[in-house]
């Protein structure tokens, strides 16, 4: 599947380097079974780049501003392809200073966050990770759209596990997913969007064409939602989501905004080690009546499909290899 992915992103005009990234990111997505970043989000980055409003070859400007801290132009590029410019980098500082801020600007993000911080915590890092997005969620109190979905994901190395990974949105679900049932013909769960005027809706395709989520628990996902405003905008230097505009590029799809992220050496200066203390912690939520860890499911899956494959519908891999071939998503 990436290979195929990626000959899409370079039929689109995507450089190799990007191409192959995002390729991968996708692919991963798929595999883990997150749908909603999968191949489902193949039509939005290749409408986006033919649109002209992200640039697919763009080129990261690395800008090092301190002992632990990372700026990164992305060059109204993708978010990826500068991170992974910046990464090198980035682990050095963490292992110089004990900890180490990324603040990329000028960048498009149309994926799921835990693929960016997953590798940080398999080298036994804390990664926290924050995005904002284009103005589809209302603030608590209000009517109208200011924030994005605005995910937030968190990544810790375990002893003996693979890394305990939690990626959410802090709006009642995440966009993908609300296009997924407008797709389907499902209505939304009640209490999770408004129309254009504020009024309750459950129906997916209002909530896209006019009206907007909410923010999951009411003031405090909503105040959450804000400090993502403030790290994934503010303090990077791109856009807030209410300031996203790609009316003047139809088709355009990514959010053209910034991404924060933070290192943290979790063993520095400790005489006991952090995995061994997040081992005790899980341990005790399992015996409390605990079922299942954040991210759980998506090892499940990953382990199925390293096995098996990746499942994909013989309509939607048709569509991808005509895509491949002729340049153009065919509905």
């Known amino acids: 599947m990436t290979e195929l992915l990626e000959r899409i992103f370079l039929g689109a005009g995507a450089s190799k380097a990007v191409a192959s990234i995002l390729a991968n990111n996708c692919?991963?997505?798929?595999?883990?079974?997150?749908?909603?970043?999968?191949v489902f989000r193949m039509?939005?980055?290749v409408s986006s780049i033919a649109s002209g409003w992200v640039d697919p070859k763009?080129?990261?400007?690395?800008?090092?501003v301190g002992p632990a801290m990372v700026r990164?132009?992305?060059?109204n590029g993708f978010a990826q392809p500068a991170l992974a410019a910046a990464s090198a980098?980035?682990?050095?500082?963490a292992a110089a200073t004990g900890a180490a801020i990324?603040?990329?600007?000028?960048?498009?993000?149309?994926?799921?966050?835990?693929?960016d911080i997953e590798p940080f915590a398999e080298r036994g890092l804390l990664a926290i990770s924050a995005v904002n997005s284009f103005a589809c969620a209302v603030p608590y109190?209000?009517?109208?759209?200011?924030?994005?979905t605005n995910p937030i994901a968190y990544a810790a190395p375990r002893l003996g596990h693979p890394p305990l990974v939690a990626d959410l949105a802090t709006s009642s679900m995440a966009n993908g997913d609300v296009q997924i049932a407008a797709?389907?013909?499902?209505?939304?769960?009640?209490?999770?969007?408004?129309?254009?005027?504020?009024?309750?809706?459950?129906?997916p395709q209002v909530v896209l064409d006019s009206g907007a989520l909410l923010t999951f628990g009411g003031h405090k996902g909503s105040a959450i939602s804000l400090l993502i405003e403030l790290l994934g905008a503010a303090l990077t230097g791109g856009q807030f989501s209410y300031e996203v505009d790609w009316s003047a590029y139809p088709g355009a799809q990514t959010p053209h905004t910034g991404q924060f992220l933070i290192l943290l050496d979790p063993d520095r200066g400790r005489g006991i080690e952090f995995a061994a203390r997040t081992e005790q912690l899980i341990e005790q939520m399992f015996f409390a009546g605990l079922s299942r860890l954040p991210g759980s499911r998506r090892y499940e899956r990953r382990a199925e499909t390293m096995r098996d494959g990746i499942p994909i519908d013989a309509q939607e891999l048709g569509r991808l290899e005509r895509m491949a071939h002729d340049g153009a998503w065919q509905a």
């Open 43 to 45: 039509p939005g980055y």
């Open 58 to 64: 763009a080129d990261p400007r690395i800008e090092d």
């Open 72 to 75: 990164v132009d992305a060059m």
């Open 89 to 93: 980098l980035l682990i050095d500082k």
């Open 141 to 148: 109190g209000a009517s109208k759209p200011v924030f994005g």
């Open 27 to 38: 692919a991963a997505c798929e595999r883990d079974g997150s749908l909603s970043h999968g």
């Open 183 to 203: 797709r389907e013909c499902r209505a939304l769960p009640r209490g999770y969007a408004v129309d254009g005027d504020g009024n309750p809706t459950t129906d």
């Open 102 to 115: 990324l603040a990329i600007r000028n960048s498009h993000h149309f994926s799921a966050l835990w693929p």
